[in-house]
């Protein structure tokens, strides 16, 4: 009997851990590609304290679906880009994106029916700017409809890869 005991408490603990510290999230679509694929998982940490330039975050209550995007400003900074250089820019300052694997100068606004904010933007208090990181097919924080991201609106930030083995590890 003390087994049973013991296997509920178990469960519980990691039913509690999984609802309110951690989550394990499916990357749907290719708007992260090369860092993330279509099917892979990953460890998101919910509620996490501090949201930085270069993060990871799943947002929710945005599009239909929770999307994955990374972090490129936060509150107070400008976001503009450079057509010529296609290069993001905070503050004037062109972000250097190979820290995040990419390649710098990927950038365009993009030639769509949907509706493009215009630039520069400042982000207001209590919001991020976000990008994917396969900027020609992601829709991000250039598009109105989902514009500015409510920190309210992020479920969590991506801190380990899980699926598939080959890219076990921290997120990148």
């Known amino acids: 009997m003390e087994w049973i005991e013991e296997l509920v408490i178990a469960i519980v603990l990691i039913a509690v851990v999984f609802t309110f510290l951690f989550r394990i999230i499916t990357v749907t679509g290719t708007s992260m590609i090369p860092n993330y694929n279509d099917g892979d998982r990953v460890l ?6 501090q ?3 270069g993060d990871v975050v799943v947002i929710i209550n945005v599009l239909e679906e929770p999307i994955i995007k990374r972090v ?18 905070v503050n004037g300052q062109p972000v ?19 509706e493009i904010l215009e630039f520069p933007q400042t ?18 924080s250039r ?19 899980i699926f598939p083995f080959s890219k076990i590890g921290p997120a990148n």
């Open 96 to 114: 250097d994106e190979t820290e995040f694997g990419l390649s710098n100068g990927m950038t365009d606004l993009p030639y769509t029916s949907f």
């Open 51 to 53: 949201i930085s330039q």
């Open 123 to 140: 982000v207001p208090e209590g919001c991020i700017f976000v990008l994917g990181d396969n900027r020609a097919v992601s829709e991000d």
């Open 72 to 89: 490129i400003a936060t509150e107070g900074q400008t976001v503009d880009f450079d057509p010529e250089s296609k290069a993001v820019l």
């Open 44 to 49: 998101v940490v919910s509620n996490p304290l």
């Open 143 to 161: 598009y109105k409809i989902v514009g500015m991201i409510d920190e309210r609106n992020i479920l969590g930030k991506a801190v380990f890869n």
